[in-house]
């Protein structure tokens, strides 16, 4: 058995049992309650390791039916066998013990790490490509990088090189075909506080292995001229009075209709969470709560990280949604159709009654998203109503992003 304690302190936690194959899930449990049942069942479960079994002998002349199977109360013997074997670990690392790792699995973690993210030495990311991807680089005629902006010029060199090594060419990538696509007015390459990143285009790999660059002209996301031209000169940084006045006004603009509220659009995921809580906790009324649900438990975490959607849903009337799937493209039930909860259902789930800012109400279904593995498709949204939040900005481009991605801008 094993436990997976990381979330405790939210009331949270998980039991993986190997056999049976059965993963149980824990929530919403007060804090104090759910660390004392899972010291108890920690306790149990030591105690019965160290429990002789019963002999054939033994189990046919016991009173008990073969079938019955009795977890006593928790007793003394049970804590003190639990603190001489396990409090120690328990002290270093968590409040639970959990299973243990060999020291080899942790050595291929740490180089894996290090080659994921380019900042092992160039003859280690050769050797180990050499070793477990070989073949994929043999294999692979095309590249193809979405957002290359974000990928700094020191990894694009490695890769560069990495690519002639194993293919055994001297041709710039070792002869695969580079497909590039992204905006360098947009976000820089990721890097830790105090590192110094430059693009990859100012790389000698860049210049020896790009030989056609195509810049695309035509906005086909806004039709907006005004808007258009504002953004453009946002993306430059070459911001008129005139723009700045303009983006200015839009502060008195109304940005609700039918109590609609505009999206708010921030750049951290933690002010998201603190404007959505502060706004729920206002209105009045019973909360009612929505989960998801995994048809394969084993990859729920992995679903969880690659599927948009949350896993716990809490609303009330009033609170303020946006679709995150298209439903019907005639009725304008949209990816990012804005609407209100006017209500929940009578039946056993309740479903919530949504009226949409583009005049239908009606219940919301429970909807099957699919996640695919190793890729798969990501879809863009549309809303027609925001309000975003710089005040956190912290790179250059950034405000310029969230803009970019909107199909019309009206407020």
């Known amino acids: 058995m094993t436990l997976h304690t990381r979330f405790v302190k939210e009331g949270k936690a998980t039991i993986s049992l190997k056999q049976p194959p059965i993963q149980m899930f824990i929530s919403n449990c007060p804090v104090g309650k759910l660390s ?155 890097a830790k506080k105090g590192q110094n990143k430059s693009f990859c285009f100012q790389s000698a790999a860049w210049r020896n292995s790009i030989d056609v660059n195509i810049e695309l002209h035509m906005v086909k996301r806004q039709d907006d001229k005004n808007f258009i031209n504002i953004l453009q000169d946002v993306r430059r940084g070459r911001c008129t009075r005139d723009v700045i006045e303009k983006l200015k006004a839009t502060h008195s603009h109304r940005i609700d209709k039918d109590g609609i509220m505009a999206t708010k659009l921030s750049t951290h995921k933690d002010d998201v969470d603190i404007i959505n809580n502060s706004h729920l906790e206002k209105l009045p009324g019973r909360i009612q709560t929505y989960w998801a649900v995994d048809n394969c438990p084993d990859l729920s975490r992995f679903i969880s990280s690659h599927c948009h ?30 609407g209100v909860v006017t209500g929940f259902g009578t039946g056993q789930e309740k479903l919530p009654i949504v009226k949409f800012v583009c005049g239908v109400q009606q219940a919301v279904q429970y909807e099957k998203w699919t996640v695919k593995t190793p890729s798969g498709l990501v879809l863009g949204m549309t809303l027609d109503c925001v309000e975003v939040s710089l005040g956190r900005v912290f790179e250059c481009g950034q405000a310029y992003l969230p803009s970019l991605g909107l199909a019309v801008y009206k407020v």
């Open 36 to 190: 004392m049942f899972l010291k108890v069942l920690m306790a149990k479960v030591q105690k019965a390791k160290d429990a002789t079994p019963l002999s054939a002998k033994n189990r046919l002349q016991a009173l008990k039916p073969p079938s019955f199977e009795e977890i006593s109360p928790l007793t003394a013997v049970d804590i003190n066998t639990l603190n001489n074997k396990v409090l120690a670990a328990m002290a270093k690392k968590s409040a639970f013990p959990q299973t243990p790792k060999s020291t080899k699995r942790k050595r291929e973690v740490g180089e894996q790490e290090r080659i994921g993210t380019g900042c092992a030495p160039i003859e280690q990311c050769i050797q180990l490509a050499q070793q477990k991807g070989k073949s994929t680089w043999k294999q692979c005629q095309h590249l193809i990088v979405d957002e290359i902006s974000m990928v700094d010029g020191e990894f694009f060199a490695k890769l560069e090189k990495v690519a002639r090594m194993v293919r055994n060419s001297d041709k710039p990538f070792g002869g695969i075909q580079l497909i590039l696509s992204g905006d360098f007015l947009q976000l820089p390459p990721v």
């Open 309 to 338: 959607v949350l896993e716990k849903l809490e609303l009330k009337v009033g609170a303020q949604v946006m679709l995150t799937k298209n439903l019907d493209l005639q009725k304008g039930l949209v990816n990012g159709a804005r």
